[in-house]
Nanobody
Framework: QVQLVESGGGLVQPGGSLRLSCAAS????????MSWYRQAPGKERELVAVISSTGGYTNYADSVKGRFTISRDNAKNTVYLQMNSLKPEDTAVYYC????????????WGQGTQVTVSS
């Protein structure tokens, strides 16, 4: 069974830090690019960060660039999102996504973890 299990969410004050983890199982993790998305109440789900299957390439939404870092450990089948200098606008449910294009398109989503940034 394919599983993506996020953890590490919680309540933090503005300016604080949090590290999210996503543990994958049930598929060949190293064949998939991994992404973090987030969705705030009443808003569309947005892409936060992407990392290639090997970890050699990353990209970020402008809103988090310089503050967030995505990384992965293929030996542990885990992807991370280090979030620093958190702002109230970062409050959302954060979702882990696995995706591949070759040899066929395939996508998996986690259940999400809540991040709340508030004083």
């Amino acid at each position: 069974q394919v599983q993506l299990v996020e953890s590490g969410g919680g309540l933090v004050q503005p300016g604080g830090s949090l590290r999210l983890s996503c543990a994958a199982s049930g598929f060949i993790f190293s064949n998939y690019a991994m992404s973090w998305y987030r969705q705030a109440p009443g808003k569309e789900r947005e892409l936060v960060a992407v990392i290639s299957s090997t970890g050699g390439y990353t990209n970020y939404a402008d809103s988090v660039k310089g503050r967030f870092t995505i990384s992965r450990d293929n030996a542990k089948n885990t992807v991370y999102l280090q979030m620093n200098s958190l702002k109230p606008e970062d409050t959302a449910v954060y979702y882990c996504k696995a995706g591949r294009t070759y040899p066929s398109a395939n996508y998996y989503w986690g259940q999400g973890t809540q991040v709340t940034v508030s004083s």
